[in-house]
Structures are given as structure tokens and as C-alpha cells.
């Protein structure tokens, strides 16, 4: 075990991939998927941030942003979901994470949510989710009317992009799926504005037809 990895949190089974996780975390999710989707064990360390076990010395020797998930294996920590999400695929050969060119455009729709998709969804999510079970007050009706309309015009991009297609990839699932669906994993709770946005609803139903994908389903909050 490298140097970054406190005995405390990590005392690992032979060969297994110790996955520090938290089961309402949609960048959580997106790994999960992955994972299930391939039939990859995991062995899952839940953080409780209320507790605030994301903040402890231990922890912040993995991840030093004391965010979740984080991502062990070995001598190997990784940290940022979707680099983890290319770690967990790459342990076996498989059309979630392909040898060719695709990967380019897979990693293009990775970059996009974080930086546009994935963050219209968090802002909304932080809102009207995260506010109240932090009891940080209401939330911001002005900058909710905002989020809404910063996550329409990204919605855009991705209903347009699904036009003609299953999946945003060469119309083959892949971890860009599940990268992008995360972000839409509490919706409803949400309210995210995705009323008018049709290819977005197909492919969430496409994707619920996928046993990664169904079986990394957060619990109700």
C-alpha cells in the first residue's frame, strides 16, 4: 500500500478494489454502474458526510479534497469520478470503455458534465435537495429560476446529440451513458426542467433497461 493510504480506513481483502463511496452521491453512481454493469466487485466503504467522515485526517489522506468516491486498488488512489470510472473498466475488455477512437468521444461527453451538464444538475440538486437535508435554509428561488434555465440550455445540447440514437456514443452504450445519467439521478426531487426534452427521456428509459444502471439506484432519501 502506498504511502497516501491510512491503515485505519484500509485493511483490504486480497485483490479487491476498496470503494469509498456514499450511496445518494450521483458521482458515486456513475462508478457504480460501471461496475455492476460489468460484473467488477467492489468493496464499498460508505462516508457518512454528515458525520463528516469525508473529513478526517484519514480520509483526507486519500482524497485531499474530501469529496467522495474514492477509488483504491493496491497501490493505486485515485480520486474524480470519471477517472475512476475509466479504472474500473479498463480491468477487462469490454464496449463500456473501447480500444479504438470512441474512447476520444467518450471522454469529450465526461469533460462536458463536469464542466456544463453535471453542473447545471448540481446547482438544482444543492437547491432543493441538499439545502434541506443540511438544514441550510430554503432554497433560493432567484438562483433556482437561474439553474433552471443554465440546465435548459444544456439539456439542449445533450436532447439534440441523442436525436436518432439509444446511446450518445456510436449508438453503443458506454460510460459516457452512465457519466451523463448520473447527473439525472434525483430529477424528480430535484425538479429538474426536463419536460419538452423527448430524446432524454427515451434514453433514460433505455438506460433503465440496464442492469448496471438499475442496480446502482440510490435508496429513497
Known amino acids: 500500500m502506498g504511502p497516501g493510504a491510512p491503515k485505519c480506513l484500509h485493511q483490504p481483502e486480497a485483490n479487491a478494489m476498496q470503494f469509498y463511496t456514499n450511496p445518494i452521491s450521483p458521482n458515486c453512481r456513475k462508478v457504480d454502474a460501471v461496475a455492476k454493469q460489468l460484473g467488477i466487485a467492489l468493496e464499498h ?26 477509488l483504491v486498488d ?22 463500456l470503455w473501447p480500444k479504438n477512437n470512441s474512447r476520444y468521444q467518450i471522454m469529450k461527453w465526461q469533460a462536458w458534465e463536469l464542466a456544463h451538464f453535471g453542473a447545471a444538475s448540481r446547482s438544482l440538486n444543492f437547491q432543493r435537495i441538499v439545502k434541506r437535508l443540511l438544514g ?27 436525436a436518432g440514437r439509444r446511446f450518445l456514443v456510436n449508438d453503443q452504450l458506454t460510460i459516457a451513458d452512465f457519466c451523463l445519467a448520473s447527473s439525472l ?22 438506460l433503465d433497461e440496464q442492469p448496471g444502471w438499475r442496480g446502482s439506484r440510490p435508496p429513497p432519501m
Do not use: M
Open 185 to 206: 439521478t434525483f430529477a424528480e426531487e430535484a425538479r429538474l426542467p426536463l419536460a419538452g426534452f423527448a430524446n432524454i427521456t427515451r434514453w433514460l428509459l433505455a
Open 45 to 70: 466503504r460508505i462516508i457518512d458526510v454528515r458525520k463528516r467522515e469525508n473529513r478526517t485526517p484519514e480520509y483526507l489522506a486519500l482524497n485531499p479534497n474530501g469529496k467522495v468516491p474514492v
Open 136 to 162: 441550510l435554509g430554503q432554497p433560493d428561488a432567484a438562483r433556482c429560476e437561474e439553474d433552471e434555465a443554465n440546465f435548459k440550455t444544456h439539456a439542449t445540447v445533450l436532447d439534440q446529440a441523442l
Open 74 to 95: 493496491g497501490d493505486v488512489v485515485l480520486w474524480e469520478s470519471n477517472a475512476i470510472q475509466c479504472y474500473v473498466a479498463s480491468k477487462t475488455d469490454n464496449d
